[in-house]
């Protein structure tokens, strides 16, 4: 009887809850956007890792549904299944069951590339007592103006995100063939733009860094970029990396930056 009874709170309690998840989802209706596509009642979809999904019910306009699945609790190993489960979804977050995978698009699986937050200080290290080469065969003059460089100064100082730098750190015998530690694969131009302003080649805002503030200096030297470092990586992977790198992407028009100067500059007014 007491077990009976304990079933039915169980029962009881996953009602409650996917009440709950329905409101929660309702409450943040403006949030969900307008479907694109749509299931029927008995559709077989996926969503995340949930086995045997089914479209049970539609609700508003197709924006959320009920899913029926197999919930399966692993059990320390000894998988208990339990069929005829429910929950509540957002349209975007369930897909079409495919039977047949299509190819995949993912490229350049072979490279890893980590990245790690340093400060920029980390740069200075790596240059200064390290040693860096700058120009690999593969990489291009430095290319960036004056204006170029002042931009990117403005940037640390305004808390802007930079972009991320990628090394290649050489091995013993490349190291002692060439006298540096690290090759630059990603960050050229906005690097040399740093070391040229650390090291007094330019100013910024008629100031150069050993004319700043302690309190600017130390921002600049403290400011946060996002590093990697890899060491095994073939000529090969090397170049199809740069070439993806720097073929990727669109710059914004000047036109549109100055629209959105425009737009800033009437909310300030």
Not at 35 to 43: L, M, V
Not at 118 to 138: I, Q, R, T
């Amino acid at each position: 009887m007491a077990r009976k009874k304990t079933e039915v709170d169980q029962e009881l309690l996953k009602q409650q809850k996917l009440k709950r998840d329905l409101e929660e989802l309702v409450n943040k209706l403006k949030f969900i956007p307008s479907p694109t596509y749509s299931f029927q009642i008995g559709d077989a979809v996926t969503i995340g890792n949930l086995k045997d999904v089914t479209i049970s019910d539609i609700l508003h306009d197709g924006k959320i549904y009920e899913l029926t699945y197999t919930h399966v609790n692993s059990n320390y190993g000894d998988p208990i299944e339990t069929p005829d489960s429910k929950r509540y979804s957002a349209w975007m977050d369930i897909r079409p069951l495919i039977e047949v995978q299509p190819e995949s698009l993912i490229k350049n699986a072979d490279i890893r590339m980590s990245f790690q937050q340093n400060e920029l200080s980390s740069l200075f290290s790596k240059v200064y007592h390290f040693g860096v080469n700058f120009d690999p065969e593969y990489q291009r003059d430095y290319v960036w103006q004056l204006e170029d460089k002042e931009s990117l100064i403005d940037s640390i100082f305004n808390n802007v995100e930079i972009g991320k730098f990628a090394f290649i750190r050489y091995d013993d015998e490349k190291w002692t063939a060439t006298g540096y530690s690290y090759e630059v694969l990603d960050g050229k131009q906005r690097m040399r733009a740093i070391l040229d302003f650390y090291e007094d080649r330019f100013t910024h805002k008629g100031k150069k860094f050993s004319e700043l503030s302690i309190k600017d200096r130390n921002h600049f030297k403290r400011y946060t970029i996002s590093v990697a470092e890899v060491s095994d990586l073939s000529e090969e992977q090397i170049l199809r990396y740069f070439i993806k790198l720097n073929t990727s992407g669109k710059v914004m028009e000047k036109e549109h930056v100055e629209k959105v100067r425009q737009m800033l500059d009437e909310e300030t007014q």
